[in-house]
Each structure stands twice: as structure tokens, then as C-alpha cells.
């Protein structure tokens, strides 16, 4: 199956400062996503970025869809930003369809301190 | 987002009885996915549907069945609850052609 690997799996910031959390994945991708899950539990949709480069805000995402990995970048961290981060991929079945399937990975638990 | 609903948002119940979750979308999408969230997990997929009727088994789809009469509803059965099926369970739907799911709040649910 698809191997989604996500890093780092934990991350301690000072408010204000700023990171790059990594994806790595094993297959040829027509879906990736980046979510945000807040302390309630809530899944956020980020970016939908199966390739290229996008912003919103003080985050952006690039996805080098050849090499199988994408970047989230987050600017000015704030104290909202914490929870956790997953990426999602979908692969091509041999058929040429996947019907949109994820698989997860395991996430990076992003903790922002005052 | 995608105006999705999932029922009940929590749940209690005894090994051995059976189980209905309901999600509900307003947004017309085709596809309606299933996915359980478990710690050291991540989210994983349970079962899909692609159309009305038309379903198919994800990654972890033993003691699970679905249904999907209409476009707007999308039912997750587990017929004999286990303590094994403990977890939060989130609905997600995505528009043909472009995949980008969007998903509901969730429902927690505990198996005694």
C-alpha cells in the first residue's frame, strides 16, 4: 500500500517562530492534503496541493510531486497553530481511477508556546 | 466547507450490540468516505462510496458495513460492536473530479 511519512512527529515552537514540517510518500500522487487538526478535534482543510506551490496567510505549501514529498511552511507561529498536522495522499489505482482515497500519515503534533 | 453532519456526535454502547452512524452532506458531492482515527494510527480508511449504491471496502473494513441510498446519507454499520471498534469515527465527502475531501466533526464512540 501507500506509505505516507510524515516529519517531525513532534515540534515545540515559541510563538513567533517558524517551521517546515516534511511528507514523504511512495507512490505517484493525484491527491495530497494538508490538514490541521485543532485541540477539539476539528479537521481543517489547509491546502489541497497535488503539486506546485500555494499560500494562504502566514502558511504555504509546496509539493514536488517527481521527488514524492511536500513542504508546509508555517510563518509567525501563534498559539491557534497548535494541534496537529497531517498529510493525506491519494494514489492512481491500475485502473486509472482511485475514487479520491487517503492515506494518512501518522501526523506532527506542532505545540506553540506564549 | 462541504456541510457535513455526523450522528450522534457520541455514543456508549456494550459489546455486542449493533451500531448505526449516520453522515449527511448538503453539497451534493459523489463520493462519501468512512475513515476510524486511533492513537499511533493516524486515520484510516474504513470504506468509500463513489455513487448511490455503489461502495467498496477501505483499509480496515472488517466488522463494518455500509449503505448508501441516497446521495445525501451515508450509514456505517457495525453489526456486533467490539471493544476493538472503540474510536472516533469522521465522515468525509469530495466532488467528482476534483478529490479534495472535506470532512465532518466526528463521533466518538466507546465500546464497554
Known amino acids: 500500500g501507500i506509505q505516507v511519512e510524515q516529519s517531525p512527529p513532534d515540534l515545540i515552537l515559541q510563538e513567533g517562530a517558524n517551521s517546515t514540517l516534511r511528507c514523504n510518500f511512495s507512490v505517484s500522487v493525484n491527491n495530497l492534503q494538508w490538514f490541521h487538526q485543532n485541540p477539539w478535534g476539528q479537521l481543517i482543510n489547509l491546502f489541497y496541493i497535488p503539486s506546485g506551490t500555494k499560500q494562504n496567510g502566514r502558511l504555504s505549501a509546496t509539493t514536488v510531486a517527481t521527488e514524492r514529498y511536500s513542504l508546509l511552511y508555517i510563518s509567525s507561529s501563534q498559539t491557534t497553530d497548535s494541534g496537529v498536522y497531517f498529510c493525506a495522499v491519494g494514489g492512481m489505482n491500475a485502473g486509472g481511477t482511485s475514487y479520491g482515497k487517503l492515506t494518512f500519515g501518522q501526523g506532527t503534533i506542532l505545540t506553540v508556546h506564549p | ?112
Not at chain 2, 72 to 79: A, N, Y
Open chain 2, 1 to 112: 466547507d462541504a456541510g457535513i453532519t455526523q450522528s450522534p456526535r457520541h455514543k456508549v454502547t456494550e459489546t455486542g450490540t449493533p451500531v448505526t452512524l449516520r453522515c449527511h452532506q448538503t453539497e451534493n458531492h459523489r463520493y462519501m468516505y468512512w475513515y476510524r482515527q486511533d492513537p499511533g494510527h493516524g486515520l484510516r480508511l474504513i470504506h468509500y462510496s463513489y455513487g448511490v449504491k455503489d461502495t467498496d471496502k477501505g483499509e480496515v473494513s472488517d466488522g463494518y458495513s455500509v449503505s448508501r441510498s441516497k446521495t445525501e446519507d451515508f450509514l456505517l454499520t457495525l453489526e456486533s460492536a467490539t471493544s476493538s471498534q472503540t474510536s472516533v469515527y469522521f465522515c468525509a465527502t469530495a466532488r467528482q473530479g476534483i478529490y479534495e475531501q472535506f470532512f465532518g466533526p466526528g463521533t466518538r464512540l466507546t465500546v464497554l
